[in-house]
């Protein structure tokens, strides 16, 4: 397994969760990493994507000041801290791995759900 994703789960309105990609060694200090998530009936969305040197994408305005990624070096591992979260926040978030920011991702994790209620 290249990539697992971990994190999710259930909050209400306001609340926050920390989603977490650990990935292989190889993948992780060499890779742009970045998250998706996708809301049922609708399309996969970027979140964000973050490179090996720590440079980070621009966030959607739909995350921006909410959202934070960040690369743990110790443990392989991307996280996304989402706070403030809002039920449109709600979808399966993946992680994934591409050789460039401007190449085809090749490797996905699978997915963790993250259900915001009202």
């Known amino acids: 397994v290249q990539l697992q994703a971990s994190g999710g789960g259930s909050v209400q309105v306001g609340g926050s969760l920390r989603l977490s990609c650990v990935a292989s060694?190889?993948?992780?200090?060499?890779?742009?990493m970045a998250w998706f998530r996708q809301a049922p009936g609708k399309e996969r969305e970027f979140v964000v994507g973050?490179?090996?040197?720590?440079?980070?994408?621009v966030y959607p305005k739909s995350v921006e000041g909410r959202f934070t990624v960040s690369r743990d070096i110790a443990r392989n591992t991307i996280n996304l801290q989402m706070d403030n979260l809002k039920v449109e926040d709600s979808a399966v978030y993946y992680c994934?791995?591409?050789?460039?920011?401007?190449?085809?991702?090749?490797?996905w994790g699978r997915g963790t759900l993250v259900t915001v209620s009202s």
């Open positions: 973050s490179s090996w040197t720590g440079r980070t994408s």
């Open positions: 060694e190889e993948i992780f200090r060499t890779y742009y």
């Open positions: 994934a791995a591409a050789p460039r920011s401007n190449a085809d991702f090749e490797y």
